[in-house]
Structure formats: structure tokens, C-alpha cells
């Protein structure tokens, strides 16, 4: 990338909304957390939409509250959100929010949704962050708030979609899978302070405790893996702007807890 800087040791997980981090990518951000990395994390909107019982501004600050809570249990930097729940929209004052954090934080790994995932606000996050990432090193773009470019590399990971599917039914295979069953029940205490969303998903999507269907997705993952119990999946982005043809510091830094699928390379025509 041209660059001198060394990259720090720093690492940022974005969600849509809060709990989005906790049911797809915590259990890697805090194997990171445990390899030496600062984590940081973010979710674009503030979950105003999240309940059915409670008024806008009640719902916000609650949900703020149980977000403080689960970063306090990950050891990492909390992000405040910037938008409200369905405007999550490829909009150029989001792409300059994602652009000034990055800018900011400097992370070496970013870790965001998928890009097909079922929800646009989960789609567009991923849209957002990718663009926001890409103008990092650009002087003439303007961020929000104000940050001087970063020249420095990025790696992003996109998490799995939610239920491991895409919007249209079909199954995602990731091609990293990193073994989260050390911290399994950490990154359940982190999806538990998220109480309130406990309720709003059973009446809205599906009954039964969201810490009970995150680790069913993680068990799924793992059995996709065929390497561990219970895992997280991801696929990397494209180095072009980013980082360097072939850099992969979550598998360098997670050694044997992450594996990376030789197969998913090849059908990628990078193996």
C-alpha cells in the first residue's frame, strides 16, 4: 500500500444495531481481545426500532445502556451509533462517519456483516463500512467528524449472515472459520445484556432465547467447518485499496483457531 506505518494491533467489529456484533462476531473479536488486540465496536444505528412496547428515546438509551454493558464484559472501546434503525442507506454522511472511525481507530482487522445478509440495514452496513474503509487514505474526501487520512493496511472480514443463509434461502459457506468454543460463553454473556431484544425477536422473528439460536448458529458452523464444535464464519474482502494480495492476520494471529478452507480458495481461483 506504500506505506512505512507499522500496523497497530488493533482490531473493529461493526454491527448494524446492537446485539448484531454479539450473535455473529464476538467470539472472534474476543479471541483477538486475548492475542493482544485493542477491539473496538460499532453499530451504525441505535436499535430505536427494536420493541413494541417502548417509545423511541425509552428504547434508545435502554439499548445504549445494554450495549455499554456487553463492550464493559468484552474489554473493548464502545462506538456511538449515528443513525436510526431503516435508514441505514448507502448515504454519503454514513460512508464520512465509517471513513473518520476508521481513520481514527486505525484498525488493522475489521470484522462487518455480509454483504447478502437477509436485512438491509445489515447489507448496507457492510456497504458503508467497505466504502468508508476504501477513503481512509483519501485527502479531498471529507470525514465526520473531521480526521486526518490513514495510510496504513486493512484486512475486513464479513461475518456470516444471519441464520447462515442469504436474503434469497440459499446457504453461505464462509471460508474462515475460527473456533470460538473457548469463548463461548463469554460471547453469550455479551448477547445476554442485550435483555431487551430477547423479547423484540420472539415477537417479531422467531420464539425461543437469542443466546440459544446464536449458539446453534455457531454449532451449525462448526459442523461446516469439520474442524471444530462450535465456530464463526467469514469471508475476507478483497485486498484492492485495502492491504496487500494474500494478507490474513486473523488466520496469522488465531494459528490454530482459525482454519481456512482450502476448497473456498480454489473455487475463488486463489488456492
Not at 49 to 55: A, F, P, Q
Not at 112 to 133: F, I, K
Request: hydrophobic share 40%; proline share 7%; aromatic share 6%.
Amino acid at each position: 500500500m506504500g506505506s512505512s506505518e507499522t500496523p497497530a494491533k488493533t482490531a473493529l467489529a461493526v454491527g448494524a444495531h446492537p446485539d448484531d456484533i454479539e450473535f455473529m462476531s464476538a467470539g472472534t473479536l474476543l479471541l483477538l481481545k486475548q492475542a493482544g488486540y485493542d477491539i473496538h465496536m460499532w453499530s451504525v444505528a441505535n436499535g430505536c426500532c427494536g420493541t413494541r412496547d417502548l417509545d423511541r428515546d425509552e428504547i434508545v438509551e435502554l439499548r445504549a445502556r445494554e450495549s455499554a454493558d456487553s463492550a464493559r464484559e468484552a474489554g473493548a472501546t464502545l462506538h456511538a451509533p449515528v443513525t436510526d434503525d431503516m435508514e441505514v442507506l448507502y448515504r454519503p454522511d454514513l460512508v464520512a462517519r465509517a471513513a473518520s472511525l476508521v481513520r481514527r481507530v486505525r484498525p488493522e482487522i475489521i470484522l462487518l456483516p455480509a454483504p447478502d445478509d437477509y436485512m438491509e440495514d445489515h447489507a448496507n452496513t457492510s456497504r458503508v463500512v467497505v466504502a468508508g474503509a476504501f477513503a481512509r487514505g483519501m485527502p479531498n474526501f471529507h470525514s465526520e467528524p473531521p480526521a486526518e487520512p490513514w495510510y496504513g493496511e486493512v484486512t475486513l472480514y464479513h461475518a456470516m449472515p444471519h441464520g447462515l443463509t442469504d436474503g434469497l434461502g440459499g446457504v453461505v459457506r464462509p471460508g474462515w472459520y475460527v473456533d470460538v468454543g473457548p469463548v463461548l460463553e463469554q460471547k453469550a454473556r455479551m448477547l445476554a445484556c442485550h435483555a431487551s431484544q430477547g423479547r423484540w425477536l420472539s415477537a417479531s422473528q422467531a420464539p425461543g432465547s437469542p443466546v440459544d439460536t446464536m449458539k446453534e448458529m455457531c454449532e451449525r458452523a462448526g459442523r461446516m467447518s469439520g474442524a471444530f464444535e462450535f465456530a464463526e464464519g467469514f469471508r475476507r474482502h478483497s485486498h484492492l485499496g485495502y492491504c496487500e494480495p494474500g494478507a490474513d492476520p486473523l488466520a496469522r494471529e488465531l494459528g490454530d483457531r482459525c482454519l481456512v478452507d482450502d476448497e473456498y480458495l480454489r473455487t475463488l481461483g486463489s488456492g
